[in-house]
């Protein structure tokens, strides 16, 4: 009896004790200053321009004017308890837990709608026992000052429907209608959304939407707010999605404010919005270059099964002017310009020839163009063909090279050079991937990002200038203070002088000049630009590439299948296409900028194909560049003589 007692005044005690702490808690919460949480609406995306392209509220609307079947759904699906608890639901709390321990893995979750809102004001994401702590902290904060009907109005307004934020903005990007008008249907497909964004939202995943809305009509069943026959009747609806907020309809801008928002997770900022009072973030988006290159591929990319993806970059400082990470973003969110690695084919080439350039070749070198069986030791052997199997067999220039996109005589330069050159050439100007020191290096085997060979070709367009894309200018909080400004860090990595040069040997892809036993892989293009471009293709059995630039802007494209299928040549006409038309309207208005020849640079007319000083039986003759003191004063420049057999050790 006496221990009894003993327990039971224990656990008098302890009750007090938390009674105690807990309306303590809640009575120092209610006491601190209150959280201005109108102003913490979270972010603010803005074009170059200063034009505001996306925010988490900037339709913000009122709780009484959202249709009370979004309200329920919401409530059903996330917290039925919300009307109840302080903030947190322990009961709920105690189930996931026994659930997930039962299970070995994290199958439920018991977070609060409020919880939800108090996380979604956080800046960062890292799931740190401090962060809980002040989620925790922020989560009573507001049950202590704010109503119930006030949180979920904050919550509703701000929450992730698909890469949409707030439920008005939410309404019109899916239905086209404000959110006081959602019907049940709408309403419960749209409140499984916010629990994984990205797998739930009906434009990108509708089988996952519908298996979503189906728990979310069944939640709202047993809650009450509906019958069986309004259950059925509203998963059996048939819905027309809208898929773009009207004065925003492009289908690739997503995948900029995607590439924004994945910039934001690398800076270091304040905690949270409330620090903050929402930020803004002015961006490197020029909406101008967005929009003719979003029209540029919706006029010319018409095969529904391959994908895309696109930077354009002002190489001077770096910005990324425009982007898309796939055709349509409503089909696919998977932002292939920064994340997909490919091979990259021809495209690579420029950077060997250029390192060529340093290693004392020069523009009118030669190689003889021939079928090639090249020997290593070990009698391994390296048997690479041009692209059909056509060969001048005779000695060739290396800007014959280029335009022809000669495999032979890259491989050769390769080997001369040693493999490594390559290598340490392409981490210079920006290339992160792990390459291997290989002959097939020289074709573009191994895999890299679009977004890293944009920052190699910008190297040349700024005359060699090394520069850091990026997408974010400068964030500010909503008082206007500066919480983060880009900084430009360029380092000149290659000679002036050499890309200039290089710079003219890749207008050899377009220049009727070169035609001789073949033709240059662009002269198709020829007649449709209008301003002077370096310009470099790419084609892999899987892949098909283009980057052209001049001083201003450099254009990137990459188009093939995801699954990595093969694709025939034919298949990547399109993306030329689609790089004029985007170059050329965006500089239709623009001053073009071709470069200053350097004073120690000198231009020699020349055969374009044999290398030979030209004279008055010469058919086409061709403006060759050398650094003065290694131009021609003679015929034979081939260095075949130098290499009779290349053997290489292992």
């Excluded at 996931?96 to 709608?113: D, E, F, P, R």
């Excluded at 050079?417 to 290339?431: A, D, P, Q, S, Y």
């Excluded at 890293?452 to 040349?460: E, F, H, I, N, Q």
Aim: aromatic fraction near 12%; include cysteine; charge should be negative.
């Amino acid at each position: 009896m006496k221990k009894l007692r003993k327990s039971l005044k224990i656990f008098v005690i302890f009750t007090l004790f938390f009674s105690f702490l807990y309306f303590g808690v809640y009575l120092t919460a209610s006491l601190t200053k209150k959280l201005d949480i109108n102003t913490a609406n979270g972010y603010y995306l803005y074009d170059s321009q200063n034009n505001l392209i996306n925010g988490t509220s900037d339709q913000w609307i009122k709780l009484k004017d959202i249709s009370p079947n979004l309200i329920n759904a919401t409530i059903s699906i996330e917290d039925k308890n919300f009307y109840k608890h302080q903030g947190f639901d322990y009961l709920r709390i105690l189930k996931s837990l026994y659930i997930n321990v039962t299970n070995k893995k994290t199958l439920q979750g018991a977070s609060t709608i409020t919880q939800q809102y108090a996380k979604n004001l956080f800046l960062e994401f890292d799931k740190n026992w401090e962060r809980k702590i002040k989620e925790a902290w922020l989560t009573i904060r507001l049950e202590s000052q704010y109503s119930k009907d006030e949180i979920l109005e904050g919550y509703l307004n701000t929450i992730n429907y698909g890469g949409i934020y707030g439920i008005e903005n939410a309404s019109y990007y899916y239905f086209n209608k404000s959110a006081s008008e959602l019907s049940l249907a709408e309403a419960s497909l749209l409140a499984g959304i916010p629990k994984s964004p990205s797998n739930y939202s009906p434009i990108l995943n509708y089988n996952k939407s519908k298996e979503r809305q189906y728990l979310v009509l069944q939640a709202m069943l047993n809650n009450h707010f509906i019958n069986e026959d309004e259950m059925n009747k509203a998963y059996n609806e048939k819905l027309n999605f809208y898929g773009y907020i009207e004065n925003n309809n492009l289908k690739t801008l997503r995948y900029f404010q995607d590439s924004v928002m994945d910039e934001l997770d690398t800076l270091k900022l304040p905690n949270s919005f409330l620090e903050t009072g929402g930020i803004r973030i002015y961006t490197t988006l020029d909406m101008e270059a967005q929009t003719i290159l979003d029209n540029s591929i919706k006029e010319n990319f018409k095969n529904d099964e391959m994908q895309l993806s696109s930077i354009i970059m002002n190489p001077n400082n770096g910005e990324i002017i425009a982007l898309a990470g796939g055709k349509d973003y409503s089909k696919s969110q998977f932002n292939r310009a920064l994340y997909a690695k490919r091979q990259v084919g021809s495209t690579l080439k420029p950077f060997l020839y250029y390192v060529a350039l340093e290693n004392g070749f020069t523009e009118s070198t030669t190689f003889t163009s021939e079928e090639t069986t090249f020997v290593f030791s070990n009698d391994q052997t390296y048997s690479p063909a041009n692209y059909n199997n056509r060969y001048g067999n005779k000695d060739i220039t290396m800007a014959a090279a280029i335009a022809y996109s000669e495999n032979i005589y890259a491989v050769k330069t390769h080997l001369f050079l040693g493999e490594e050159t390559l290598v340490e050439m392409l981490k210079r100007v920006g290339i992160t991937s792990n390459l291997e020191a290989i002959p097939s290096l020289a074709l573009g085997s191994e895999e890299i990002t679009l977004i890293d060979m944009v920052k190699a070709y910008s190297t040349l367009a700024s005359s060699g200038f090394k520069t850091t894309p990026h997408f974010i200018k400068k964030i500010e909080d909503s008082n206007g203070n500066t919480l983060y400004e880009f900084k430009e860090d360029k380092e000149q990595v290659l000679n002036s002088s050499l890309t200039y040069i290089m710079n003219e040997i890749l207008t050899s892809t377009y220049n009727y000049n070169f035609i001789d036993y073949n033709y240059p892989t662009c002269y198709d293009m020829t007649s449709k630009l209008t301003n002077k471009y370096s310009i470099k293709t790419g084609t892999t059995d899987t892949d098909h590439l283009i980057f052209g630039y001049n001083s201003d802007i450099v254009v990137g494209i990459w188009s093939g299948y995801d699954d990595n299928r093969i694709s025939p040549t034919s298949d990547g006409k399109s993306i030329k296409e689609i790089w004029i038309n985007t170059v050329e309207n965006y500089m239709k208005d623009k001053k073009s900028n071709w470069y200053d020849l350097p004073n120690n640079v000198v231009g020699v007319l020349m055969d374009p194909i044999s290398g030979q000083i030209a004279n008055n039986e010469t058919k086409n003759p061709t403006m060759f560049y050398y650094i003065k003191g290694t131009e021609p004063t003679y015929n034979n420049n081939s260095l075949e003589d130098l290499i009779p057999t290349i053997k290489l050790e292992e």
